[in-house]
């Protein structure tokens, strides 16, 4: 069974920085696309980032561009999403998404993923 554990969420002040950390197990990720999605409160899971097995291809949604940097280090296992200049509006609790099959061009959609991990707290005060 894969699991998703991400980590580094927390309390920042606006303009502030976190990275968080999405710790794979059940599966080697160095042939999967991963993505990371966000969740505010009365708020459908949005889409925020992915990026291709490889590494060689990423996508953002709109709002995070210039700020957010998805990345990946399959030797750890492990994906990364960087955020920088933290706006009150980025709080949501942050899922790491894989999905189902390898080999697969980084979605958009939670369609796209089969597994999630449990979410990370991200807030960002004024």
């Known amino acids: 069974q894969v699991q998703l554990v991400e980590s580094g969420g927390g309390l920042v002040q606006a303009g502030g920085s976190l990275r968080l950390s999405c710790a794979a197990s059940g599966r080697t990720l160095n042939k999967y696309a991963m993505g990371w999605f966000r969740q505010a409160p009365g708020l459908e899971r949005e889409f925020v980032a992915a990026?291709?097995?490889?590494?060689?291809?990423?996508y953002y949604t709109d709002s995070v561009k210039g700020r957010f940097t998805i990345s990946r280090d399959n030797a750890k296992n492990t994906v990364y999403l960087q955020m920088n200049d933290l706006k009150p509006e980025d709080t949501a609790v942050y899922y790491c998404?894989?999905?189902?099959?390898?080999?697969?061009?980084?979605?958009?959609?939670?369609?796209?993923?089969?597994?999630w991990g449990q979410g990370t707290q991200v807030t960002v005060s004024s």
């Open positions: 990026i291709s097995w490889g590494g060689v291809t990423t």
């Open positions: 998404a894989a999905p189902g099959t390898y080999y697969t061009g980084p979605a958009r959609s939670t369609y796209g993923y089969d597994y």
